[in-house]
């Protein structure tokens, strides 16, 4: 049976509310998601929260019902709450009407069955959640296997981040790796590098792309280092037609995968 | 000769302070704009704040000189101050070395002079500032003479969305048009209007794009009005692969964008 809870000052609500700063998450090992859609692919993908918190004007629903039953199904907890406990829980004036809590998985290089794919995604440095999130999102729409976070990168489990995947942190592997670590584990079996690049680069249309295709993309304002570019086995430019010399880093992504994408589509 | 303010209280503080609010921008009919290398670009598009401000560590680079010298060649105030004053500005910790303060420009339709340019961008009711400023530079980059904004969006002069445009709000014109407006002003003269939908689009790669082009893109979270597409010349869907079964805004414009321009490139 579910429980209420209606007292901001209960002890479960202040350590929900504590994931919302990466020192509590690195402290609990779990993060935030929210809104009954996300909740619910993540549901069908097996992965199901150990709490989660839902405001009785949205009990009704059907797939809440789905929710709670498996959230108590797999031994976690199901919390009636209103809806100021909500935006505090996720820092939203309008919060969504259910939001879980999840264990974070880990995110060794291991995770990563590098045959399960044909195209994975690797990025380097990453300051900005949203970007994280917006490649996640990227990545499952484009076909690819998971993203490799190189380097020190935002938190891909923060709550910024989970918002813009739009559900695809359930969906896409994840690992987080040094440079020397991923190189050593990438060239130890089957896999092309390439990194996008201005320098000694090609028009990103011009080769063919080889399976499985591992694209990497470097830090918002610095891109790649440029031993790292020198390292992977093609360097590609994506055409800057006017004034800039550089894309968003989540657009620049896209881009090119697409372009990978497009290019295996059409045989 | 620039002058020195390092109180906080100072009225043209206070009033600067206040375009970081909407608010304050429609007041004012100004913006903000952060960086030297940004406000050196608008310098060569011709664009000359009415007034500079900058920290004493920052005042030898060259470009700020000359960054003044065309601020005050051009009626404007250099200002030097401290970076406490810019931190209040510019809303960040570590602020930028210059901050500009520009008139915001009119945004009527009349400002597109589409014969300029052979690709154009169109958004309804974008919510996020960020997504119009990374549409801004996306549509530098693939060459698009500018945006075209429909119905209730975000700010394009916002902060949020003049920092994520990395200058491109310079360099694209920029226009503000109620939906039967748009449509009327398009059907007045050449120019084929490509709606991003799900619903009746063929493949994004399937079609040959007539010049010009107005590439339309929907709301983040409800896509385009189905009258909107309906009214449009195509539609198109980029083929989603994953779980997911859209793309962030700013993502869906530049794969479409740079379809439509690779597409052209190949001749």
Known sequence: MPRTITAFSNP??????????????????????????????????????????????????????????????????????????????????????????????????????????????VAQALRDPGNIGTILRTGDAVGAGGLILIDDCADPFSVEAVRASMGAIFTQKLATARWPDFLTWLRAGPGHLVATALDGAVDYQSPTYPTPCFLMVGNESQGLPADYAAAADLRVKIPMLGKADSLNAAVATAVAAYEIRNQWRRG
């Open 12 to 121: 479960l609500i202040k350590r929900v509310r504590s994931l919302r700063e990466k020192k509590g998450r690195r402290l609990e090992r779990l993060f935030l998601a929210e809104g009954l859609r996300i909740l619910t692919e993540a549901r069908e993908m097996g992965r199901v929260p150990n709490w989660v918190f839902y405001a009785p004007e949205g009990a009704t629903h059907p797939l809440v019902d789905a929710l709670i039953a498996a959230v108590e199904g797999a031994g976690g907890e199901a919390i009636q709450t209103d809806r100021d406990i909500l935006s505090k829980l996720s820092g939203k004036d309008n919060p969504q009407a259910v939001l879980g809590v999840f264990d974070e998985p880990a995110t060794d290089l291991d995770r990563i069955d590098r045959g399960s794919a044909d195209l994975w995604i």
